[in-house]
């Protein structure tokens, strides 16, 4: 039986290199992507994106993941309290579309600021 595979777009702290990356450790994939809308930096430590098509293009990860990491990630993500899940347009290099999830925060902290950069990984500190 073909194992089932979650596509989910991640920007923050569970791309490469970022201090919550090992919980997409076992994905089955890993590619570079961007999802078009706001990135905003919520000044907690990680990011919060909004899906806009008026928006950029954030720099992104496209993960497929089976249903038992996404629900490991979900409470990481706080997911449904704090995070809720959308399915956005995930653009990949080649130019090429696929549907993928991604967190979207349900409500931004009063204090967060659109950030000026389009990866988090190059958040200015």
């Known amino acids: 039986m073909k194992e ?6 991640v920007y923050g702290t569970l ?3 970022q201090r919550n990356e090992h919980w997409g450790a076992d994905a089955r994939s890993r590619v570079p992507c961007s999802i078009r809308g706001v990135l905003y930096d919520t000044g907690w430590g990680y990011p919060a994106f909004v899906p806009d098509d008026g928006g950029r293009d954030v720099a992104a990860e496209l993960l497929e993941v089976t249903p038992e990491t996404l629900a490991r ?3 990481l993500e706080g997911y449904p309290r704090l995070y809720m ?3 956005v347009a995930a653009t990949l290099a080649d ?3 696929v549907q993928a999830m991604v967190y979207v925060m349900k ?3 009063k204090d967060a600021k659109v950030m000026l950069e389009e990866d988090w990984r190059e958040k200015s500190c």
């Not at 089932?4 to 777009?9: F, M, V």
Request: glycine share 14%; no cysteine.
């Open 73 to 75: 990630m979900d409470v």
């Open 15 to 17: 791309m490469t290199g």
């Open 95 to 97: 130019g090429g579309t």
């Open 85 to 87: 899940r959308e399915l």
């Open 4 to 9: 089932k595979l979650i596509r989910l777009a």
């Open 107 to 109: 409500k931004l902290p």
